[in-house]
Structures are given as structure tokens and as C-alpha cells.
């Protein structure tokens, strides 16, 4: 035989693992599942890398909303200011006018209640006080006036300031009170 020629052999049936080397035995559990531990990490990273794209997304779709609802909001607090103005500009309004009215009321309250012999010399009205002086007949009209002021209750803190009788008889007096604008509204 010509040179040695060595045959190799080629063994396809599987030694048992006891008779294999501890580096063999890591390759062998490497080949069979290490490959199965490589894919599974291989599918949680891409899963990692595609949800990442999921959350980015999702960030600038809310970002987006976020400026629109922003936008919306500037918007309306214009609205909204706008609105107030006009509430305040009504409240305004609707108490002048019913300061107005009040002091019309108590100008026809005054007329209707008080005695034809009685006259008024001077009427203030100041906020919520009103003060008069006037001149009665007699202290019957006086306190007939007198009465139905404090009875029909539209003044607090009646204060009779001044009372004093006049050469030719008739009474003159002069009264400090407090409107009650509650009654009136």
C-alpha cells in the first residue's frame, strides 16, 4: 500500500453522554438549547424595539392633542373673558337700576303714606341712608307719619334727629334712617 493512506470514519450513531467530555457536553447543550434561548431573546428584543416605535407614536399623538386642546383653550379663555365682562357689565347695570328703583319707591312710598299736612323741606338720600326734614300740621300728622314709616318696614335705625315746635305751631323734625334694599328687590 502506497503511502498510508489513513481512511477516516465517519460515525453516524451517537455516543451516550457519559462517555463525553465536560466541553463536549456544553457544546451539545449549547447546540440544542442554546439556540432556542438565543431566538426567544432575539424575539423579546425586536418585540422591545417595535414597542418602542408603538411609545414614540403614541407620545407625539398625544403631544399633538395636547396642542390642539391647548389651542382650544386659548381660544375660549378669550370667550370666556369676553364673557365675564359682559356678566360684570350686567351686574353693573342691574344694580344702577335697582338703586334707581329703590329710591323711585321710596319717593312714591313717601308720597302715598304721608299726611297732606305734612311737607318735607329736605330729602337726602346718601347709599343706603336717607334723611329728610319736614314740617307736620300738628303731633297727630307727625306721628301718623312716624308710625307708618317704622310699621311698613323698609328703614332700620330710625333716628329722630331733631324735634322742635314752631312759633305758629306746627312741628318740625328731622329723621336719620337706613334703607332696606332687600325689600325692595
Do not use: H
Amino acid at each position: 500500500m502506497p503511502a498510508s493512506k489513513q481512511k477516516t470514519s465517519i460515525n453516524l450513531v451517537i455516543k451516550p453522554e457519559e462517555q463525553l467530555n465536560l466541553s463536549s457536553q456544553f457544546l451539545n447543550w449549547a447546540l440544542t438549547y442554546g439556540r432556542y434561548i438565543i431566538i426567544i431573546i432575539q424575539i423579546v428584543v425586536l418585540s422591545v424595539f417595535f414597542m418602542r416605535f408603538k411609545f414614540d407614536r403614541d407620545r407625539t399623538d398625544l403631544r399633538e392633542t395636547v396642542s390642539q386642546k391647548k389651542a382650544l383653550i386659548e381660544s375660549i379663555t378669550e370667550m370666556e373673558n369676553e364673557i365675564r365682562k359682559v356678566q360684570k357689565k350686567l351686574a353693573d347695570i342691574k344694580l344702577i337700576t335697582t338703586e334707581q328703583d329703590i329710591y323711585l319707591r321710596l319717593i312714591n312710598f313717601l308720597e302715598d303714606n304721608t299726611p297732606v299736612e305734612t311737607t318735607f323741606s329736605l330729602l337726602s338720600f346718601s347709599s343706603d341712608k336717607v334723611s329728610f326734614v319736614a314740617v307736620a300740621q300738628d303731633l297727630k300728622t307727625f306721628n301718623y307719619l312716624l308710625k307708618r314709616i317704622q310699621d311698613e318696614k323698609l328703614f332700620t335705625d330710625i333716628a329722630l334727629e331733631d324735634l322742635k315746635r314752631r312759633a305758629d305751631g306746627k312741628v318740625e323734625f328731622r329723621v336719620m334712617t337706613k334703607l332696606v334694599t332687600k325689600s325692595y328687590e
